[in-house]
């Protein structure tokens, strides 16, 4: 089992930054690759980053290439979202997911989920 918890996340202006962090525990975290989702109201959990194990390979939406930055240290079990730039429809709950497969996109390859943090974007 591994274990993730979200935080970071907040109220924040547009063109403002946060920076959202979710630790893990349990399993070791160098084993396992990690993506960011967010879900809006009414809306479908969408993937947002990924990240390799070893932070080597990275994957971004297309909606948040060049403003967000996926990151993360297996010294600290940790990995981190850098959303710069932040729009109003950026605004949801942000989760953080381990895969023992793969780096993907797609929400079915994570195994494990944290329980979210929001973020909210006022224009």
């Known amino acids: 089992q591994v274990q993730l918890v979200e935080s970071g996340g907040g109220l924040v202006q547009a063109g403002g930054s946060l920076r959202l962090s979710c630790a893990a525990s349990g399993r070791t975290f160098s084993h396992y690759s990690m993506g960011w989702f967010r879900q809006a109201p009414g809306k479908e959990r969408e993937f947002v980053a990924a990240?390799?194990?070893?932070?080597?390979?990275?994957y971004y939406a297309d909606s948040v290439k060049g403003r967000f930055t996926i990151s993360r240290d297996n010294a600290k079990s940790t990995v981190y979202l850098q959303m710069n730039s932040l729009k109003p429809e950026d605004t949801a709950v942000y989760y953080c997911?381990?895969?023992?497969?793969?780096?993907?996109?797609?929400?079915?390859?994570?195994?494990?989920w944290g329980q979210g943090t929001q973020v909210t974007v006022s224009s």
């Open positions: 990240i390799s194990r070893g932070g080597v390979t990275t």
């Open positions: 997911a381990a895969s023992g497969i793969m780096t993907t996109t797609m929400r079915s390859r994570y195994d494990y």
